[in-house]
C-alpha cells in the first residue's frame, strides 16, 4: 500500500524520548511523515533540525511549536500514529506514564510505545498499537510498517482505543483516587 502515514510525537522536545529514532524512521521509509510537537531546549531543537537536514527528511518532518492544551486533540486525531517512546534511562522514565499515552486514546488514535511496564501495561492490556524496545530503531520501523500496511490490524486498535477511552477517564479513575485516599487515611 503506498499511503502516506502520519506520525505524531506531541510533548517536550528533549532527549530520551525517542525523537532521534522517529527521524531516523522516517529517514527509512518513504511513506512515513512526522510531526514532533511540543517545546523543549533550543540547543536539542537545533540538533533536531540539524539531524532533519542531514536525514534528507525536512520535507516529511515539521518541528511545530507546543500549542495550546485545548487544541491539542486536533492535532492528535489528524495523525496515524501517536509515538510514546521513552528510554530507559534514568530509571524515573522507566516507570514513567506519560499524559501523551492517555492524550492520544482520548483521541482513537493507536499508538506505538516503548516497552517500558506501565506503557506496556496500558498498551498490551486494551491492545491499542505496540510497544517496542525505544532503543531499537529497526524493531520501531518494522512496528511501523506494520501498522501502515496492515488495515485490519491498524483498524482493531483504532476501535479498541473506543474502550479504553471509555475505561481510562477522569469520570471513572476518580473514584479509584478517592477510594486509595481513603484507605491511606483510615
Not at 82 to 94: A, E, L, N, R
Amino acid at each position: 500500500m503506498d499511503k502516506d502515514f502520519l506520525i505524531l510525537y506531541h510533548g517536550a522536545i528533549v532527549p530520551h524520548r525517542g525523537i532521534e529514532q522517529l527521524v531516523t524512521c522516517v529517514s527509512e521509509n518513504m511513506y512515513l511523515k512526522a510531526i514532533i510537537l511540543g517545546f523543549g531546549d533550543n540547543h536539542y531543537i537545533k540538533e533536531i533540525k540539524d539531524r532533519i537536514n542531514r536525514s534528507g527528511v525536512c520535507n516529511r518532518v515539521i518541528l511545530h511549536p507546543a500549542v495550546n492544551q485545548k487544541e491539542l486533540w486536533k492535532y492528535i486525531g489528524a495523525a496515524d500514529l501517536c509515538f510514546v517512546m521513552i528510554d530507559k534511562q534514568p530509571k524515573s522514565y522507566h516507570f514513567a506514564l506519560p499524559n501523551k499515552l492517555f492524550e492520544s486514546i482520548q483521541a482513537g488514535i493507536p499508538v506505538l510505545g516503548s516497552d517500558s511496564p506501565e506503557i506496556k501495561k496500558i498498551v498490551e492490556f486494551y491492545q491499542v498499537g505496540f510497544v517496542c524496545d525505544p532503543d531499537n530503531t529497526k524493531q520501531i520501523g518494522e512496528m511501523v510498517e506494520k501498522l501502515r500496511m496492515d488495515t485490519y490490524l491498524y483498524k482493531r486498535f483504532k476501535n479498541n482505543t473506543i474502550r479504553a477511552r471509555e475505561d481510562l477517564c477522569w469520570e471513572k479513575e476518580k473514584y479509584v483516587l478517592v477510594n486509595r485516599m481513603k484507605n491511606l487515611m483510615a
